[in-house]
């Protein structure tokens, strides 16, 4: 198969905000055995199937961008008639501004917390006096979105960090990208790197590709497999199916696996997802 080639479409960055304006975007994609289907991957990990426009010979897809990120990577991923999938080439777009504002937390003074925090003069001990608080380092400018300045850590009560495997698992604990405190490159290597963060209890069922199994996320980052699709409605009502979100198996090991959920009654998502207060409260002791 030809490899699918985007129409390019580019927006301004505006740093902080959301955009909530779809945007359509279009691929070319052909095959001598024919193409089955597209799908349009945004930040590898978001799917939106894409539709055959037949008077302009390509699959087009509409995508609103709905989290903050000063890049994010698109692809068509193509299928053709006998099977066989090709990527298309990666393109970066940058966010446009939002027409509404994003949504905010808030600090005891009852104002929205700052997007950043510059800590860059801080002790590490002030720092971690912090947490739960969200680092990074400062970007020299001009990077592109897999420059290490741009990895988001949680820093820990005890000094460690921990990288979130995904913004799925990101967006489980925070609404937004914001209150990141701004620290050097050498207080980031001072502290030492934990383990993965793993998904809020109670937010969301994940799975893994190969594993034909749902399981429900409890604290600590216990997971129990969910039976049976009654538990699952049982769970988390009658959308239960649009709760469940992929992990990588390069994540698998991050978790312990509990016992089976046979009943509904054996899981309180409310109580689970009210059992932390914080990521320190989900690291195992």
Request: with cysteine; net charge negative; glycine share 6%.
């Amino acid at each position: 198969m030809r490899e699918g080639s985007f129409q390019e479409r580019w927006y301004n960055l505006v740093k902080n905000s959301l955009t909530s304006v779809p945007a359509t975007f279009s691929a070319t994609a052909s095959d001598p055995s024919g193409v089955a289907n597209c799908t349009l991957l945004v930040s590898s990990i978001y799917e939106t199937p894409m539709t055959y426009n037949a008077d302009l010979g390509r699959w087009e897809a509409t995508y609103t961008f709905t989290t903050i990120r000063s890049a994010n990577s698109i692809r068509a991923v193509c299928l053709d008639s006998l099977g066989n999938e090709t990527k298309g080439p990666s393109k970066i777009i940058e966010v446009a501004n939002a027409p509404i504002e994003a949504p905010h937390s808030y600090g005891d003074d009852g104002l929205p917390l700052p997007a950043e925090v510059d800590a860059t003069a801080w002790s590490e001990a002030e720092v971690v006096a912090a947490s739960p608080v969200l680092i990074k380092t400062v970007c020299p400018g001009g990077e592109d979105f897999t420059h290490p300045c741009r990895t988001v850590y949680f820093l820990d009560n005890t000094g460690k960090r921990h990288a979130f495997p995904n913004e799925k698992a990101y967006f489980t604990w925070y609404a937004a990208f914001e209150n990141i405190h701004l620290i050097t490159n050498a207080m980031m290597a001072s502290f030492t790197l934990g383990g993965n963060v793993r998904y809020h209890p109670g937010m969301k069922m994940i799975k893994f590709p190969t594993v034909n199994k749902v399981y429900a996320v409890a604290r600590y980052g216990v997971l129990r497999p969910i039976a049976s699709e009654e538990v699952a409605r049982g769970l988390y009502g009658d959308n239960w199916n649009q709760q469940i979100d992929d992990v990588s198996e390069a994540f698998y090991s991050n978790y312990i696996f509990g016992d089976e959920l046979t009943h509904a009654i054996g899981f309180d998502v409310i109580a689970q997802r009210g059992s932390v207060s914080s990521i320190n409260d989900n690291i195992l002791p």
